[in-house]
């Protein structure tokens, strides 16, 4: 049983790509028996694929009738079901809520999809891009006069998409506690991206949030809420938004003159751009962290993924661990009394079938009849 705060749940993960995975091995990290049901057949196990890690897999042709069945079983087993298919996949396996809820009435049903369950969009494929693009984050990001940059993926998949399943599962199985009564969590990437783009709805309406981008307070639009290149050609970050941490940028950056007298005055932002980006780059990005890193200045350099992991503060808090060779992030969040932890390696596809079988209460002969038609 693994150890943290969501020790003794047990999640079955339809195996998927991106957020999926993401979902689950935050799941994971924080103690649940998470087992992914591989395709039969399918390739993984990869020390690169960190999403996986403290998972187990079992390996099923889905389609068998008997693998259906064992599937099924497997539901009356667990709390958490989460899978990331087109709308209607699952119903055409004979796995869709309707059926499993009938075997296991308290079964928390997670659904994660880019457009959700319905809408015009919904059978329609999609990326990250996209249902960004429809929730007006996507237009908000980029420099004035340039096309809008997307993000990574990071705010559809990850942001809206899989910390929204996260949370709306762990929401339902805190009900179904309660309840006795499971239900479907319907997590649509347009929606977790649009929620996420809440105090920006509250901007535009309030008249404080300007339309083209790169124009605004948090967009790069300011002098004192930016990126800037040091002599070096490195890169650090500033974000002196307070009177008081715009005083102390005036006084660690040396300026003076009359004009940062003026920090609101959107009309002298361009100006005063233009000047701070000079001085930026009168000094490499160690000098300037020598300067003002620890300040209340609100300052950062900008590290690439393979510095991150050298950071003091980073190494002070372990955030990034190394596990066979491989930098990943370390669990988060983090809990005084149930630590979570990484719960062990990646998991070989179908390398634990036997296991988790009898772990749900399969016989011996049960998993030979498997075994024999093919099912897993």
């Not at 006795?180 to 991206?193: C, E, F, L, S």
Request: aromatic content about 8%; charged content about 25%; hydrophobic content about 35%.
């Amino acid at each position: 049983m693994g150890s943290g705060p969501l020790s003794g749940v047990k999640v079955l993960e339809f195996a998927g790509i991106g957020p999926g995975p993401f979902c689950g091995m935050l799941l994971a990290d924080m103690g649940a028996e998470v087992i992914r049901i591989d395709r039969k057949g399918s390739r993984g196990g990869s020390k690169f694929d960190i999403s996986s890690r403290g998972k187990k897999s079992i390996a099923l042709d889905l389609k068998k009738p008997e693998a259906i069945e064992a599937c099924l079983k497997l539901i009356e087993g667990a709390d958490i079901l989460q899978e990331g298919f087109r709308p209607g996949v699952m119903e055409r396996l004979g796995l869709g809520p309707d059926v499993a809820l009938k075997r296991n009435p308290k079964l928390v049903y997670g659904r994660m999809t880019g457009w959700g369950q319905t809408g015009m969009l919904a059978q329609a494929a999609g990326h990250d891009i996209n249902y960004i693009s429809l929730t007006g984050a996507l237009h908000a990001i980029g420099r004035p006069g340039e096309k809008p940059v997307p993000p990574l993926n990071l705010v559809g998949d990850f942001g809206g998409g899989a910390l929204y399943l996260a949370m709306g599962m762990l929401a339902a199985l805190v009900e179904a506690n309660k309840s006795g009564k499971g239900q479907v969590v319907d997590a649509a990437m347009t929606d977790g991206a649009t929620s996420l783009m809440t105090m920006f709805y509250g901007f535009t309406a309030s008249g404080m949030w300007k339309e083209p981008h790169g124009t605004n307070l948090l967009d790069g639009g300011t002098h004192f809420y930016d990126t800037y290149e040091t002599k070096d050609g490195k890169w650090i970050s500033i974000g002196s938004i307070e009177p008081q941490f715009y005083a102390l940028l005036r006084e660690k950056a040396g300026l003076t003159e009359e004009i940062w007298d003026h920090q609101m005055d959107g009309s002298k932002w361009p100006e005063m751009k233009k000047k701070i980006e000079g001085i930026f780059k009168t000094k490499t990005r160690d000098e300037w962290c020598a300067i003002m890193e620890g300040t209340d200045i609100c300052f950062a350099p900008v590290l690439s993924i393979t510095e991150a992991k050298d950071h003091q503060h980073n190494k002070d808090r372990q955030t990034i661990v190394e596990i066979d060779g491989v930098a990943q992030p370390n669990v988060a969040p983090r809990f005084s009394r149930t630590e979570s932890k990484i719960q062990g390696p990646i998991p070989q596809v179908g390398g634990q079938t036997d296991d988790v079988l009898k772990g749900f209460g399969f016989s011996g002969s049960q998993i030979e009849s498997l075994k024999k038609a093919e099912a897993i």
